[in-house]
Antibody
């Protein structure tokens, strides 16, 4: 069965960096992408970007460009999301999700399996 | 301000039917496929509908999706108290080159 298991909660000070991991199992890791989605307390879902586990290509949300880096380690089937220069409004639960995307004239995309979430708290 | 517009809340009695709308534009819903997610309190989102109207294995046929023009709709029949959750629509926005979500709709089963 497909599983995505994320690393534990983090507390960081403003200006610091955080790196969240997402270990995949139950499928061929390099056949899918991994996307990161965050959810601030009491708020909706915000897409952060995605990485192809096949070739490492990335596509980041414009508002996070320059602060976020997504990587994968295919030897351990693990994806990572690093966010730098943390601010208080980065406080959120961060989810990884397996990402399906293809172009068939139109763009087909969705997140079919999700990790359990990692709470990142940014506070002085 | 979300790119996709959903009603903040809907409610209905157990056993009844409810629909949740998701409104967008030609750069997102109008030209790409829509997915829907259920988020039970304190848990991660779960895929309910993909490719506008397909259900993943294990999702009951009480849940259905449709799309017309720049709007999509999630339907839930035979409502149960366990359906109380937040529901999100999502799709790719070709102008933004980004995945976008609706603001979420809280379903209350009275």
């Amino acid at each position: 069965q497909v599983q995505l298991v994320q690393s534990g909660a983090e507390v960081k000070k403003p200006g610091a960096s955080v790196k969240v991991s997402c270990k995949a199992s139950g499928y061929t890791f390099t056949s899918y992408g991994i996307s990161w989605v965050r959810q601030a307390p009491g708020q909706g879902l915000e897409w952060m970007g995605w990485i192809s586990a096949y070739n490492g290509n990335t596509n980041y949300a414009q508002k996070l460009q320059g602060r976020v880096t997504m990587t994968t380690d295919t030897s351990t089937s693990t994806a990572y999301m690093e966010l730098r220069s943390l601010r208080s409004d980065d406080t959120a639960v961060y989810y990884c999700a397996r990402y399906i995307t293809m172009v068939r004239g139109v763009i087909i995309s969705y997140f079919d399996y999700w990790g359990q979430g990692t709470l990142v708290t940014v506070s002085s | 301000q979300s790119v996709l517009t959903q009603p903040p809340s809907v409610s209905a009695a157990p056993g009844q039917k409810v629909t949740i709308s998701c409104s967008g534009s030609s750069s997102n819903i109008g030209n790409n496929y829509v997915s829907w997610y259920q988020q039970l309190p304190g848990t991660a989102p779960k895929l309910l509908i993909y490719d506008n109207n397909k259900r993943p294995s294990g999702i009951p046929d009480r849940f259905s999706g449709s799309k017309s023009g720049t709007s999509a709709t999630l339907g839930i029949t035979g409502l149960q108290t366990g359906d109380e959750a937040d529901y999100y629509c999502g799709t790719w926005d070709s102008s933004l080159s980004a995945e976008v979500f609706g603001g979420g709709t809280k379903l209350t089963v009275l």
